[in-house]
């Protein structure tokens, strides 16, 4: 998940608008209404940022960002050209690329979880996230959806012509459409350089909102480097090649992720994404292999727990997971790139599916195989022998693709903590100092902090889960009922699911960081 959090924490809600072609007569219009009317101008802003354009029966049409646009569309609505259409990734592209987002550095950490839930456990519980992080994504969908009313084309067009002429606003769309559209053109839009995201808890909770996500995005950021500085640190005690000392053996893949922040330009080290994809591909290759030759298909036979042993058991199995799919707070960068973007829920349900499936082989069947011979008490890269060349080979390999993934979030976290500091673009020394000093304090908490799986662990259950299941439902009834006035007498099935949801998630996710932080504490004094 750390390639698309990086990009979610970089990214703008301002990219440059798709430019359409149209008559110069209706284009000339359109603008000096715009800037007659400030509900149209909002209106039209958002069609451009969010790249979607309603067509006459509620088509959808989609830009991405403004690298091609539409060639000249007809009065109804449609491009008068099929081969000019605007590019975006479909519906298997995005499915991919959410099964992508999931199959991370933290698959390295669900035969953990696999040992901790018990088999049946892990199979429904697996189901369950999955169907959890699809309500909660639609959520955010509701949320964004409700700070911009889906209005036709033809009912825009014809009120901006009105307009045009009588110079008096103009009401379009529905009532309720119509007030969300007042009520926003009236609310102070969010800083520049706010995510999609973080603009949606921004017009939820306001400043307040903004603050909660960047601080829970700024914590997540900084413990998944020491995450990162652990797990290089585990790959590197099980090498039998070695420096001699274990602080200089710290210290240089330190050395390496801290001179790499610094980089003017480190979107080079976004092309690695494929190595690391393939290593961990050999990575689990090698490891089903090595459970073939120490135990053949003996394990499958074996008697196995199929319910966590207790409540700290569950809560482990319950952070892992939930670390696992985290794709709730990435959902509009998916929907902003799709060709269609309302064919993101059936994207979702494609990739939720197909992570569900790997999830289910990569813990329960790597578990199953090295039942007889192995327990899973921290990452499943344990499992390889020390004195193997082909061991070796993969913990190098993982070394290598980490040390050159931890400055993709190194990055983006010195650019939230400078933005907090007042740094400016142009004091090079003040950002070098910041992002040495990050790394710095990462490596330094990471030689106390406990196993990587442990820190994974810890991380979903609090940070993954506030951002993805207690935010979104909160967001969602904030939104709803400060945009309507009759708020307080309705209250719908979809209402009831949300506060549903949000008192789930709260508790949950009181208990299980309470918990899994408990066992992180019992982990380091051992």
Known sequence: ??????????????????????????????????????????????????????????????????????????????????????????????????????????????????????????????????????????????????????????????DIERSSSARQPQDYGSVEDQERLQQLDNRKPPPVGTTSYASVAWHAAGPAGLLVVDLLM?????????????????????????TGSRKIDIIIPSVIVALLSCSPDVSFLSKFSIIGLLALAL?????????????????????????????????SWFGVVVFGYGIVPFILNFHESMKTPKHIGLAMKMGLILVFFGYIIISSGVRMLFSPSHSFDGDVLQALPTNSWLALIVRLLMTFVVAMTAPLIVVPCGEMIEGKLRIGVDEVRKRIAVRVLLCMSCTGLAEYAPGFVHIVSFIGCFCVSIVGFVLPPLFCIQLKYSTRKDSVAKMDFISCCDVGALVIGIITTILTSTMTFGEMRKSQQQ
């Not at 169907?131 to 067009?157: E, Q, S, T």
């Not at 950021?221 to 039998?240: H, K, N, R, T």
Request: aromatic share 6%; hydrophobic share 40%.
């Open 283 to 315: 990575s689990f290759i090698v490891i089903v292999w090595q459970g073939l030759v120490e135990n053949g298909l003996t394990g499958f036979q074996s008697t196995m727990n199929l319910w966590p042993r207790n409540l700290t058991d569950a809560s």
């Open 218 to 242: 700024l914590l997540l950021m900084v413990m998944l480097i020491i995450a990162y500085e652990v797990a290089m640190i585990s790959f590197i005690d099980d090498m039998p090649i070695t």
């Open 1 to 158: 998940m750390t390639s698309s959090i990086t990009h979610d924490i970089t990214s703008t809600t301002d990219p440059k608008p798709p430019q359409i072609v149209r008559h110069s007569k209706e284009h000339s219009t359109m603008a000096t209404a715009a800037e007659q009317q400030p509900l149209v101008k909002l209106e039209l802003d958002r069609r451009a940022q969010s790249s979607i354009i309603y067509a006459d029966g509620e088509d959808e049409i989609s830009c991405t960002g403004g690298k091609e646009s539409c060639n000249a569309e007809s009065d109804d609505g449609s491009c008068n050209n099929q081969n000019n259409k605007c590019h975006g990734s479909s519906v298997v592209q995005t499915a991919l690329n959410m099964t992508k987002l999931c199959m991370g550095t933290g698959t390295l950490a669900l035969p953990f979880a696999a040992e901790k839930g018990g088999f049946i456990f892990n199979v429904v519980g697996l189901a369950l996230i999955a169907v959890w992080n699809y309500y909660c994504a639609n959520c955010v969908l509701r949320c964004w959806d409700c700070l911009h009313p889906r209005i036709k084309r033809g009912d825009l067009d014809s």
